[in-house]
């Protein structure tokens, strides 16, 4: 079996601390080492990509930053109510859906005037949050990613977390009254142009997904809740199941509840490992619209597996569908 040289382990395991401990000080290894124990050791040691996941402290310190544009990504009527400082509103369609099929993204067109109403433009650092255990901000997160922005992070934990540490806010003056909510939005001269540039990779279709299904080195994953997966629970959907050998595990399992922060990543990786996932693989995620199983594709990004795909459409399209199969878990 062939060696490789340590320097060669480093880069397949993304330079991990601790790794060369892990190998025995080793000057070189076989391709065997470099299994799932390794990748999964290297997963757990590391901490989480700052350009990914920014933590209460970061984002407080550059609260005042002129580039900075904060995103809310609760609903208006909340954001009215209180946000972070100088946090501009989302707005009603904050999961950035098509207003001609809303199964599925945003075209370029809109998805450009959408992030030009909020201050974004090519090359804008942005920071989203939610309270609801960042699941609206992966899914921003994913929808700035695909359209080719990627300087953007999410805020762990979220507004919980915010306000729990006692951390300023602002109060609108008509939430103080109460009187009819306005929702903050950037005004005209912060508007920056955005060049909406798809990276196809990153999104599932019909097409694509039912070409993935049981293929060597690709994984389904379902993060929907277990009835839905079970098939007990329709959503108001003509046919019930999962995807012929989907894996299953609910997306809100890698976050913790009394924070909303992310567990710790030896505990993800560890879950992942126990459905069956590993970087090896190209892992492909659904739900029933999109936005759960965004919140899916940012774990998985967090965790270092490099080929995700998200299934936009999700089961509000394939299980709508009749050409599309569907199967239901053995008893």
């Given at each position: 079996m ?7 382990v480093?880069?397949?395991l993304?330079a991990?601390p ?7 000080g080793a000057q070189?290894t076989?391709?065997?080492?470099l299994?799932e ?7 757990a040691?590391?901490?989480?990509p700052?350009d990914l996941?920014?933590e209460t402290?970061?984002?407080?310190d550059?609260?005042?930053?002129p580039?900075?544009?904060?995103v809310d ?17 989302a707005?009603p369609?904050?999961?950035v859906?098509?207003t ?6 945003a ?5 450009k ?26 899914r ?10 990627d300087?953007v992070r999410?805020?762990n934990g979220g507004?919980?977390?915010w ?11 008509s939430?103080r009254?109460?009187?009819s909510?306005?929702y ?17 990779a990153?999104?599932d279709?019909?097409e694509?997904?039912?070409a993935?299904?049981g ?7 379902d993060v ?12 108001g959907?003509?046919r019930v ?8 595990m ?7 509840e009394?924070?909303?922060?992310f567990?710790?990543p ?12 590993s970087?090896?693989q190209r ?8 936005i ?10 967090l ?6 795909r ?6 509000g ?8 199969p569907l199967?239901?878990p053995r008893r």
């Amino acid at each position: 079996m062939a060696s490789l040289p340590l320097e060669k382990v480093y880069r397949t395991l993304g330079a991990c601390p601790g790794a060369i401990d892990r190998l025995g000080g080793a000057q070189e290894t076989t391709r065997s080492d470099l299994g799932e124990r390794t990748r999964r050791d290297c997963m757990a040691s590391r901490p989480y990509p700052a350009d990914l996941l920014v933590e209460t402290d970061w984002l407080a310190d550059r609260l005042r930053y002129p580039d900075l544009v904060i995103v809310d990504m609760d609903i208006p009527q909340a954001h009215a109510k209180a946000h972070i400082p100088g946090a501009v509103s989302a707005g009603p369609n904050y999961n950035v859906k098509s207003t001609a099929d809303p199964r599925v993204v945003a075209p370029p067109e809109q998805a450009k005037q959408h992030f030009e109403s909020l201050g974004i433009g090519d090359g804008t650092p942005v920071v989203v949050y939610d309270n609801n255990r960042s699941n609206a901000s992966a899914r921003l997160w994913w929808v700035l990613r695909y359209y080719g922005h990627d300087n953007v992070r999410v805020l762990n934990g979220g507004w919980l977390k915010w306000t729990r540490e006692g951390r300023p806010i602002e109060v609108t003056p008509s939430a103080r009254g109460g009187q009819s909510y306005s929702y903050r939005q950037p005004p005209a001269a912060r508007r920056r142009p955005f060049t909406p540039r798809p990276q196809e990779a990153m999104l599932d279709t019909v097409e694509t997904l039912k070409a993935a299904i049981g293929q060597p080195g690709e994984a389904v994953w379902d993060v929907r809740a277990a009835d839905e997966y079970a098939g007990t629970n329709a959503r108001g959907n003509k046919r019930v199941g999962h995807v012929p050998g989907a894996v299953h595990m609910e997306w809100v399992d890698v976050v913790n509840e009394a924070d909303h922060t992310f567990r710790p990543p030896g505990e993800i990786a560890r879950l992942l490992q126990q459905a069956g996932l590993s970087p090896e693989q190209r892992v492909h995620t659904y739900c029933q619209g999109g936005i759960r199983a965004a919140h899916s594709a940012f774990t998985l990004a967090l965790m270092g597996f490099p080929r995700v795909r998200m299934y936009d459409g999700s089961m509000g399209e394939w299980a709508n569908r009749d050409d599309t199969p569907l199967e239901m878990p053995r008893r």
